[in-house]
């Protein structure tokens, strides 16, 4: 092996700017789904295609029945993969058209009964969220063989999320406008051929991310396993298990939030003129929040950072409830700041998950990289499916009428779901967070050593 080649698959060598940028690239393209899936999807259903709140919420909780087995079943699918283009690049490059597809089937709407819509929409959200992972699963464990090092780790996955929350920031932005610009008219057909635009940018994303990055960190040559023993090693794993349940609850905060937003806007504050600028900067303020990411862990320990931003989320989100509709500026402000202090949680975290995997093989001496980051998405998935599900059960239980003037209880119940309920979730989280035992001591230890038994298993 040359000098150069030594350089590039050094496992702890410094990753380059443009492979962090190609890398991050990629959640830009999955948030042109995801931001419409948390935004859009249940005002969709509900305001467009005519299912009601709660059978909508019930359906997404329903469907993370099957996500509970197809998310690890990927991950070992992933991990057992072999190809030119290494394991997880080669779903991102060939899996983009089939996503669009399910994406824009999802966004269809049949003239069906009630019944029909119902099979409908479990049907095609299946098969989306299915796709979904074939892709995800593949590039979120990729983030974790591109280097071993911590900071740049966090550098690369906060790339990612600065991606996300742009996506995110765009999809809030030109989505309505683009329905209402190419459906002319025509709400339905303008779902459609929005999802179509965006299917269509999202898969030359995925591969732009499959030729700009590399996998460096393979499982030791002698490795042997099976799902089962992957999974068992993730359950002996405590430093993940607190990741596991931080998504599972937090996911339920944003999620929420997110959700919520668009009924806050059109109905609680009888603004509908807003909602575009109220979900607009929330994404920027969460975009900001993850690019300043790698300058606070340099200064603050990861845990201990995760600790005060979820406090510090649930703290504002809590002080939402008690702004007056009136205080426009106001809520905007705190908005703004619950996004800055909520934007770091995913880059922190899926940095986090990938120092999980080195914890696992330094104790195992095994490594599955794709599983230990499909069960975590599964977890926030679940968490995401908890909280459309919460959403939609409020908002039946308090009286919500698509399209109509809404009642005071039912203002209460959109109110309580964008500020108490995701509020005291993030508090929790924080607390959860007090048990994640894998600090910076311990992490620089464990990548020394298995870079030692690298060097000699190679020798």
């Known amino acids: 092996m040359s ?11 410094p990753v380059k700017l443009g492979e962090k940028i190609g890398y991050g690239l990629g959640d830009l393209g999955f948030n042109f789904y995801w931001a419409n899936i948390s935004g859009f999807l249940l005002y969709f259903y509900t305001d467009v295609f005519g299912i009601t709140a709660a059978a909508a919420g019930t359906m997404f909780l329903v469907t993370k029945i099957i996500d509970a087995f197809t998310d690890p079943v990927m991950g070992g699918i992933a991990d057992r993969t072999r190809s030119k283009w290494g394991k997880y690049r080669p779903y991102l490059l060939f899996g983009g058209i089939p996503m669009a597809g399910a994406a824009v089937l999802t966004y269809t709407t049949p003239d069906l009964g009630e019944n029909g819509k119902l099979v409908w929409a479990y049907g095609t959200y299946t098969f989306m969220m299915l796709m979904y992972t074939i892709l995800s699963m593949p590039y979120s464990a990729l983030s974790g063989v591109i280097t071993a090092k911590s900071q740049d780790r966090t550098d690369l996955i906060s790339f990612r999320f600065i991606a996300a929350f742009t996506g995110t920031t765009i999809v809030n932005w030109f989505t309505l406008d683009l329905v209402e610009y190419l459906g002319k008219g025509d709400e339905a057909l303008g779902w459609q051929l929005t999802m179509v635009l ?3 940018v999202a898969a030359v994303l995925f591969a732009i991310v499959t030729f700009t990055t590399k996998e460096r960190i393979q499982p030791p ?12 090693d993730l359950l002996k794993n405590k430093p993940w298990m607190v990741l596991f349940a931080l998504a599972l609850i937090i996911m339920i905060t944003i999620t929420m939030r997110a959700g919520a937003s ?3 806007i059109k109905y609680y504050l009888e603004k509908p003129d807003l909602v575009e600028l109220f979900i607009t900067t929330y994404g920027l303020a969460l975009a900001a929040g993850a690019a300043l990411t790698p300058v606070m862990t340099r200064f603050v320990e990861k845990k201990k950072l995760l600790i005060v ?5 649930g703290i504002l989100s809590i002080s939402f409830f008690f702004i007056p509709a009136d205080a426009t500026w106001l809520i905007f402000t705190v908005n703004i700041l619950i996004g800055l202090s909520l934007g ?8 986090m998950y990938a120092d999980t995997a080195d914890y696992t093989e330094w104790k195992t001496g095994r490594r599955a990289t794709a599983m230990t980051f499909s069960a975590a998405t599964f977890s926030q998935k679940l968490g995401g499916a908890l909280a459309t599900w919460a959403i939609g059960l409020i908002l039946s239980a308090m009286g919500y009428v698509a399209k109509q003037a809404q009642t005071d209880a039912s203002q209460t119940g959109i109110l309580l779901t964008i500020s108490i309920v995701p509020g005291i979730i993030a508090l929790l989280a924080a607390f959860v967070m007090r048990f994640y035992s894998l600090d910076n001591k311990l992490l620089s230890k464990v990548q020394i050593e298995l870079k030692e038994r690298k060097a000699s298993e190679t020798a």
């Not at 080649?5 to 050094?10: A, D, I, P, T």
């Not at 002698?222 to 999974?231: E, Y």
């Not at 931003?309 to 989320?313: D, I, M, N, Q, R």
């Open 309 to 313: 931003l979820l406090s510090l989320t």
């Open 344 to 351: 770091p949680k995913s880059p922190l975290a899926f940095s």
């Open 3 to 13: 000098e150069d080649s030594s350089k590039e698959n050094n496992i702890l060598a």
């Open 262 to 264: 668009i009924y806050y």
């Open 198 to 200: 965006y299917g269509l």
């Open 221 to 232: 040559p002698t490795q042997k396993t099976n799902a089962l023993s992957d999974i068992k």
